[in-house]
């Protein structure tokens, strides 16, 4: 019977350590972007924050023991072309060679991975600048890369995640 009740045991501890995930202490990450928020001077446009994520992001039990997996602010440039497909860029993302579409701003994340460019209303994709690549993890259902959408008097708002974890 105490063997039964050991087994018993042992199977709802696997069962329950199954169920938690790898989750690193996002607080700081949550700070940072309500931080960003207020650093908005636009009135139509995008703005966001661009953070890198690195490491070894898989599950390991218990919960954050030997994890690697870290997420973090960092200064990149960020290009807004017009809505492109996969018919007007070069080589496999998520690192493109070039983007033959039209660029329509750019900007440069501060420090705090803060960004803000001005964008008339419409429709475009956001590639971020990496090692004279360009970067974009995002699709949508018709081809197009990272899409926006742009609408009058009012700014986008997006996290964008440089990734290069392990999962």
């Not at 199977?11 to 928020?37: G, M, P, R, Y």
Request: charged share 20%; glycine share 8%.
């Amino acid at each position: 019977m105490k063997s039964i009740n050991i087994i018993c045991f042992l199977i709802s501890l696997l069962f329950f350590s199954c169920n938690i995930l790898n989750t690193q202490d996002n607080s700081d990450i949550e700070k940072l972007l309500k931080k960003n928020a207020l650093k908005v001077t636009i009135s139509t446009g995008l703005s966001g924050t661009l953070l890198m994520k690195e490491g070894d992001c898989m599950p390991t039990i218990p919960v954050g023991r030997n994890s690697s997996c870290k997420e973090h602010p960092i200064s990149r440039t960020i290009n807004i072309y017009e809505y492109t497909g996969q018919h007007s860029v070069a080589g496999y993302g998520p690192l493109f060679d070039s983007v033959n579409s039209l660029l329509i701003n750019q900007c440069t994340a501060d420090q705090d991975g803060f960004f803000q460019v001005t964008l008339d209303p419409g429709k475009y994709s956001v590639f971020i600048i990496e090692k004279d690549k360009f970067y974009a993890n995002s699709f949508d259902g018709l081809g197009g890369i990272y899409p926006i959408v742009i609408k009058a008097d009012s700014i986008g708002s997006i996290e964008l995640i440089l990734d290069y974890a392990s999962y």
